[in-house]
């Protein structure tokens, strides 16, 4: 599975920007998601999708992104709302081979442990 992310930029505080992931190889009977890394951070989930299509998000973006999936095309989305500087940060498209990925019971996504499969980033900053 290879993996090319796109659609990073800079963009003022409260402002929007929608990330693609392109996949090649199969991809639609997978778990999926976006992480992201800020500078002397380590790599933390932003959003996953299963198979189905069921989303689960970080508390620090829930109601400000959507991450979505086009299995036909094999792309993976995420539409970024109301962007903050903290948002700031190195974002990366993941694959793990497993259908499922749901959250745990405090709501903590899968971890970067959990995904094989990596793109390079696309850089993501907020100005405020």
């Known amino acids: 599975v290879k993996l090319v992310e796109s659609g990073g930029g800079s963009v003022q505080s409260g402002g929007s920007l929608r990330l693609s992931c392109a996949a090649s190889?199969?991809?639609?009977?997978?778990?999926m998601g976006w992480f992201r890394q800020a500078p002397g951070k380590g790599r933390e989930a932003v959003a996953t999708?299963?198979?189905?299509?069921?989303?689960e998000y970080a508390a620090s973006v829930k109601g400000r992104f959507t991450i979505s999936r086009n299995n036909a095309k094999n792309t993976l989305t995420l539409q970024m709302n109301s962007l903050k500087p903290e948002d700031t940060a190195m974002y990366y498209c993941?694959?793990?081979?497993?259908?499922?990925?749901?959250?745990?019971?405090?709501?903590?996504?899968?971890?970067?442990?959990?995904?094989?499969?990596w793109g390079q980033g696309t850089q993501v900053t907020v100005l405020s």
């Open positions: 993941a694959v793990e081979l497993r259908p499922l990925c749901p959250a745990d019971a405090r709501g903590n996504l899968l971890r970067e442990d959990d995904f094989g499969y």
């Open positions: 190889g199969y991809t639609s009977g997978f778990c």
């Open positions: 999708i299963d198979m189905e299509g069921r989303p």
